[in-house]
């Protein structure tokens, strides 16, 4: 059985490979839960102004998008193949949103302001 990686956006812990390589390309798998697709949403999505985002700018593409997608409501990408434990009203659980975000060891001091608290 293959270990499941972090999704880099959401910290959704059920990805089956790692959401990009080490230079930076993408795997062009999307996540359950966000709707992120490495190797598309960062170039496609997320306003940064390149074409093709560069390796050096997939934490500001991920920051970006995670901000619009907590201010939109936390909406379930994949609701079929995401836990329904995990959802409520087509939404990530604030508990488990909180509990994935902290995965990816982020600041989330400004967490209440994104989920309109």
């Not at 062009?28 to 490495?38: K, L, T």
């Not at 700018?57 to 901000?67: G, I, N, P, V």
């Amino acid at each position: 059985m293959n270990e499941k990686q972090l999704c880099p956006v959401c910290g959704n812990d059920g990805l089956e490979e790692e959401a990009f390589d080490e230079n930076g390309v993408g795997s062009y798998d999307s996540c359950d839960c966000c709707g992120f697709e490495y190797g598309y949403s960062e170039s496609h999505e997320v306003g940064l102004g390149f074409i093709v985002t560069p390796k050096e700018m997939l934490d500001a593409a991920f920051q970006l998008y995670r901000k619009k997608w907590i201010e939109n409501g936390a909406i379930v990408a994949h609701p079929e193949y995401y836990s329904k434990n995990f959802q409520e009203n087509g939404k990530v659980k604030k508990d488990i949103l909180l509990e994935q975000l902290q995965r990816l060891n982020l600041d989330l001091d400004n967490l209440e302001f994104l989920m309109g608290e």
